[in-house]
């Protein structure tokens, strides 16, 4: 459990830019507890987005939690710190993420 993950749900519709970003989350371990579209180990990604929707600051709060973990915000299971990420990625999955639907 060392990473934010992402779900393979993918369908013929994904863009370029969407499906790289797949890529980049499976590449940093961040399926291993996260999916699109269910909970996992952490919450998905259409939950996270949900949640954040109205918050201007919402990828450098993500960003930061990616890169440094942290606990309470879905319960009990805390999140790791990811130090396989750099600053730039952890912005791109964050910015990834919060484009769920």
Known sequence: MRSLLFFLCLSAGVSAPALADLELAKSKNCMTCHAVDK????????????KYKDDAGAVDKLATKILKGGSGVWGPVPMPANTQVSEADAKKLAAWVLQAK
């Open 39 to 50: 909970k996992v180990i952490g919450p998905s990604f259409k939950d996270v987005a949900a």
